[in-house]
């Protein structure tokens, strides 16, 4: 690649000018990256529906790159963007959906000014430039023809964690702020909306309630599209509409009625600009893992409950381990979230739901066995069996949820994040099971306020009664 220093500079004149040809100008500009037969393409009538000019740089190894090009003023400045915790403009979020049938690896989304290149499969923004200057340096050592053919972008590190968790915390935060200031609304309601707002996405994102979300996400996709258009009038109602079918429908704990939280999305112009905002952030940020490390921040103990890694419980396991088909339904294990962290809650979920599975399949090899002995079973004995199923080898995460999962929290933050945090687990769960729900089991069980006294014992309940056993560590 030669010295494009001058070019690039020129080019970027030139771009400013409306009488430039912009095939010509956008040509030049690539062949300045070693480029010299880049491919025009129609990539569909929203790309199209933006004046752009798109191409599909293909190397000598296969590797592929969609490449378009801007007017001046479509794009915002990403820098800017990013300190807000966002990965995308208007303008780059409708082009990366409209090319993300395509499945195209890579997308250049440039007005020689100011550069954006994403991953339109993990929806993330890998690399940007405010400047050519920066283009020189960021962007055009990876994008050359030669660069390119030689792997350069399969090479670029993903952004880390830490550095997503980190954005999403500002987003976080500067949204909880303008609720906070414009809507007199109380911090607890404010940071809740936030909740909503990352669980609609999480939800979207994966396939749970198939008999009613694809009429939510209709809902959804029109109301985002009608505050991109600056129709907002009545958005903040429409909003809350969707909230209370989630809640009612669903029975999404974490969209229980606030009044407080209702009064202050009602403010259509702020909960317009919000909704834009939220469809700005790319989808990797909102995964589990991300949402948990966005809140290692603030006071020092709540920062090492966040990173905390759960031990071993030698006691625990031994109080699974003698479980059995008559007191599988009752058992109970409490995760203290004081002394075992945040992490502790997808481990014993988990341990507690493979427990049940176990449980399920012993019973069903069990009975299969006494078909196979008695050459066939009739309906009556089939319907003995399936009334001796214990509870919890039937719907094995409701089941946890009502009865053998318990969280002990510290206060109303630890409760909140714990909530947030379960419930995307819960429809990660159920996602991976390829298991249709009707609704949520309810979260009314779990939660218990920690007692002031209470010793590094991990609490075992039986449900249903006034035993209780501790194990001492």
């Known amino acids: 690649m030669r010295d494009t220093g001058a070019e690039l500079a020129a080019l970027c004149e030139a771009w400013q000018s409306p009488e430039l ?20 393409f129609s990539p569909g009538d929203t790309v199209e529906s933006t004046g752009s000019v798109p191409f599909l740089l293909r190397a000598a190894s296969g590797a592929t790159v969609a490449a378009v090009f801007v007017r001046p003023g479509k794009l915002e400045p990403p820098a800017v963007l990013v300190e807000r915790g966002l990965d995308f ?33 993990e929806d993330v923004l890998l690399l940007y430039a405010d400047n050519p200057k920066e283009f020189r340096e960021e962007l055009a050592p990876v994008l050359n023809q030669a660069a390119v053919s030689r792997g350069a972008l399969d090479a670029l590190r993903r952004p880390p964690r830490s550095v997503m968790a980190r954005q999403l915390r500002e987003w976080r935060g500067f949204w909880a702020k303008q609720y906070m200031q414009c809507a007199g609304c109380p911090e607890a309601s404010a940071q809740t909306l936030i909740d909503r707002m990352l669980v609609v996405r999480h939800v979207l994102a994966h396939k749970v309630f198939r008999r009613t979300r694809g009429h939510f996400e209709k809902r959804f996709s029109e109301l985002t599209r009608a505050c991109w258009r600056g129709r907002v009038d009545g958005c903040g109602a429409q909003l809350l509409s969707i909230f209370h079918d989630m809640w009612f429908d669903w029975r999404i704990d974490l969209f229980a009625p606030d009044p407080a939280l209702e009064r202050a999305v009602g403010l259509d112009a702020l909960t317009g600009r919000m909704l834009v905002d939220a469809s700005l952030i790319a989808q990797a940020k909102i995964e589990v893992s991300t949402v948990l490390e966005s809140f290692n921040c603030g006071d020092p103990q709540e920062k090492m409950r966040v990173r905390m890694v759960p031990d071993s419980n030698e006691d625990r396991e031994h109080y699974m381990a003698t479980q059995s088909i008559g007191s599988i339904d009752d058992a109970r294990i409490i995760v203290d979230l004081q002394e075992e962290g945040y992490r502790a809650i997808f481990v014993w979920f988990d341990r507690v739901v493979s427990l049940y599975e176990r449980f399920a399949a012993d019973y069903d090899a069990h009975h299969q066995e006494e078909v196979e002995e008695s050459d066939g079973m009739d309906l ?23 009865h053998g ?15 947030l945090l379960l419930t995307m687990h819960l429809i990660n769960k159920y996602d991976e099971r390829n298991q249709p729900v009707e609704r949520f089991p309810g979260f009314e069980a779990i939660f218990e306020q920690r007692p002031e006294v209470l010793r590094a014992d991990q609490v075992l309940y039986k449900r249903g009664g006034g035993a209780r056993v501790r194990v001492t560590e």
């Open 405 to 419: 999962f318990g969280i002990f929290y510290g206060d109303r933050r630890q409760h909140q994040i714990a909530r």
């Open 380 to 402: 009556f004995a089939w319907s003995a069996a399936d009334a001796a199923r214990p509870e919890a080898c039937g719907d094995v995460l409701a089941h946890a949820c009502r």
């Open 89 to 121: 403009c208007r303008m780059t979020r409708l082009l990366v959906n409209g090319l993300r049938a395509l499945n195209l690896p890579y997308v250049l989304i440039s007005d020689m000014n100011q550069s954006y290149l994403y991953d339109p499969r």
């Open 21 to 40: 040809d912009l095939q010509d100008c956008a040509r030049h500009f690539l062949r300045v990256l070693g480029w010299e037969l880049p491919l025009p």
